[in-house]
């Protein structure tokens, strides 16, 4: 199986270690608007931190592989619900979610969002 078009890693840097369990929703701005989101696909980060398989939900007229595919210009979302991961290792945190919003400039390319979490903090960059 291929991996989706959006793949995302988490790390935990306060541990130094991979933060397995997290909650993924990845979204489409409807019309590049805030006032209108369309969830695309959920997932979990497995045990390595990694969520790979965000497929859209599809229908057998309509394969996830072209439910899938990004548009040039196009505004999404990848969320991650950090608050549970965090209360799942009896620590507390400032940021309940972390939401990353992107622009697609080419829908052949892969899109790959790193999220370094700390209780208190988070970064990311563009991934490969």
């Not at 959920?42 to 595919?69: F, H, I």
């Not at 999404?76 to 608050?83: D, G, I, L, R, S």
């Not at 991961?85 to 939401?99: A, I, L, N, Q």
Request: hydrophobic fraction near 35%.
């Amino acid at each position: 199986m291929s991996k989706s078009p959006v793949t995302c890693h988490v790390l935990d840097s306060s541990l130094g270690k991979p933060a397995a369990g997290i909650l993924v929703v990845w979204q489409e701005l409807v019309d590049n608007s805030v006032a209108d989101i369309d969830v695309l696909a959920r997932g979990v980060t497995d045990a390595d931190g990694r969520c790979m398989q965000l497929w859209p939900s599809s229908t057998p007229m309509e394969p996830k592989e072209e439910r899938a595919k990004l548009r040039a210009g196009q505004l999404y979302k990848v969320t991650f619900n950090t608050k549970e991961y965090f209360e799942s290792t009896g620590r507390k945190c400032f940021y309940p979610w972390v939401e990353i919003t992107f622009e697609v400039a080419n829908p052949q390319e892969h899109y790959h969002i790193p999220l370094l979490i700390s209780p208190y903090s988070y970064t990311t960059y563009r991934g490969s």
